[in-house]
């Protein structure tokens, strides 16, 4: 093995190695002893038919049907039938990178030996994965109860040689797909096409590629956050760590101390000792309107207070993804202490859906904080110190950053109302079998959607930070703003003209996407 391989243990996949293997494109690989368990458990599941058992999925029907016996000698065309049913999603479908990630998902869950899926089946798997075979998945109707019965249902398809594919650049059958890429198609005995779509990879993959990309749009926006501070005159005080030690949530102390640290450097940010003193001197014995205050707007000031419950529900969800990468969530499984089949409820998806519900309040947080930004930004009575609209000549002739603002503020109406749960949404299916389902997939697209929204959002402050920063003089700024601003102005001028936004925010929103703010954060 190299050193850039993932590794599959069935207990060690974190939603960061999940999704740097999704980017890079690492082959995966299976630690020592997996394929012994897969091989372990299939056997156990040969000697407990053998016993007489009666299994959900090997000797019964499933689903609504579940009180059918089916004889195994009918295994293969009740798995494939399995298979074809559930492959009823619609719409758009999914990335090449989000099929990867469930893919990756799905199998190290079935590496932990305990789904009772044949040795040569698992194998294929993984050849689908190293062999650059993406199945077409449609994104839209799983219920996330019994897992993702549909997205799974359309990889395991491609796997029996049906349905369709991507691979080298083209969408071609199943069959065709898997000969192209040399792989021989799956055949199925009794358990193993429940064994492949009963669970929860899907959502959890998706879910694991949202929360880290959250995690790096937050770092990101920490420094965002900074320039914001320098250029609309906040004070530095309110940082210090010293107060924010008097209220002891880690993440809120932790945001602080590093804004308070990289403000150190800047000679725009206001000191609130020297605000103070001038405010004294002018004190007279009327009360008089001064053209600043020695508070600041709580879009500024409470940065931490409200970065922090984001970080600390973002660090809470990534824990219970990375907890559903590394389990068994399909259903029965075939334990080895005690062998036996043991029917349970594994697959249902409550934990993602109510994890991506909390990311999607997160970030929809973020949304409303950058929002007020933007305002302060744009409306001279706000900033006190920048001209209306960030349009520093020919006001009224130009527009400056006007219409930037229909967008943002649009955008975040709309993450707005996205943020409805997703983990309530209960619908009653199956003949009133699946009677509680979680809607995890749904919830992980909607993080997704409302985290593509905010990429936009988040790049218009940046670049209305970069305008006024311009306007205010860069030689002010702290040394990693500095850096920043030098990332912006490598993609996008000065504005002393109007334009339309529309291409520079996509190039500052690819920067953000692409985590590309790590440079100035590395410069510190």
């Not at 403000?263 to 940010?269: F, G, H, Y």
């Not at 993804?321 to 036996?340: F, H, K, M, T």
Request: hydrophobic share 40%.
């Amino acid at each position: 093995m190299s050193p850039g391989d993932l590794v599959l243990t069935g207990s060690a996949l974190t939603p960061g190695t999940l999704r740097a293997a999704v980017d890079s494109g690492s082959p995966v690989k299976t630690g020592p002893g997996v394929r012994e368990a897969v091989i372990a458990s299939r056997d156990r599941l040969d000697r407990l038919l053998e016993s007489g058992r009666t299994i959900y999925g090997v000797n019964t029907s499933m689903g609504g049907f579940v009180n059918y016996l089916v004889p195994t000698s009918q295994a293969r065309t009740l798995q494939e039938n399995l298979l074809e049913t559930v492959a009823t999603n619609v719409g758009p479908d999914f990335g090449a990178r989000e099929v990867r990630a469930m893919m990756i998902a799905r199998l190290n869950s079935l590496a932990r030996g305990m789904s009772g899926l044949s040795d040569e089946n698992f194998g294929i798997y993984l050849e689908m994965i190293n062999r650059g075979v993406v199945p077409r998945i449609p994104s839209k109707g799983s219920l996330g109860a019994s897992g993702d019965l549909g997205p799974l249902g359309y990889i395991a398809l491609v796997g029996i040689g049906r349905w369709h594919a991507t691979v080298g650049g083209r969408t071609l059958p199943g069959a065709e797909a898997l000969k192209v890429a040399g792989i021989e198609p799956m055949h199925l005995d009794y358990k193993e096409g429940l064994a492949l779509i009963n669970g929860t990879s899907a959502m959890t993959g998706l879910g694991a590629l949202v929360v880290e990309d959250t995690v790096s749009l937050l770092r990101a926006y920490e420094m965002v956050s900074c320039l914001s501070l320098e250029t609309l005159g906040a004070t530095r005080n309110p940082f210090d760590p010293r107060v924010h030690r008097q209220k002891p949530h880690p993440d809120q102390e932790g945001v602080a101390t590093r804004i308070y640290d990289a403000l150190a450097s800047s000679e725009l940010i206001r000191d609130e000792a020297r605000v103070s003193a001038e405010l004294g001197s002018r004190r007279g014995e009327t009360a008089t309107a001064m053209d600043q205050a020695i508070e600041d707007a709580y879009s500024l000031r409470c940065t931490p207070q409200i970065l922090g419950p984001v970080w600390e529900s973002v660090r809470h969800a990534r824990d219970i993804v990375g907890r559903e990468l590394n389990s068994s969530n399909d259903n029965p499984l075939i334990l080895a202490e005690p062998v036996d089949a043991f029917h349970n409820g594994h697959f249902h998806g409550q934990y993602i859906s109510m994890a991506m519900d909390h990311v999607s309040i997160a970030l929809t947080t973020v949304t409303n904080l950058a929002d007020r930004r933007i305002d302060r930004f744009l409306d001279a009575s706000s900033s006190l110190i920048l001209p209306p609209f960030l349009c520093a000549g020919d006001a009224g002739l130009r527009f400056g950053f006007m219409g930037g603002q229909f967008m943002s503020t649009s955008l975040a109406a709309e993450n707005r109302s996205l943020c409805v749960p997703l983990s309530i949404q209960t619908l009653t299916c199956t003949g009133d079998f699946q009677d509680i389902v979680s809607m995890g997939l749904i919830a992980a697209r909607r993080a997704q959607e409302i985290l593509g929204n905010l990429y936009f959002i988040v790049a218009f402050e940046l670049l209305a930070g970069c305008q006024a920063a311009d306007i205010r003089g860069v030689e002010g700024l702290s040394d990693q703003s500095r850096r920043v601003h030098e990332l912006v102005r490598e993609r996008v001028p000065y504005l002393d003209t109007d334009h339309e936004l529309t291409s520079y925010l996509t190039a500052l929103a690819d920067l953000l996407r692409g985590r590309g703010l790590e440079a100035a954060e590395a410069s510190r």
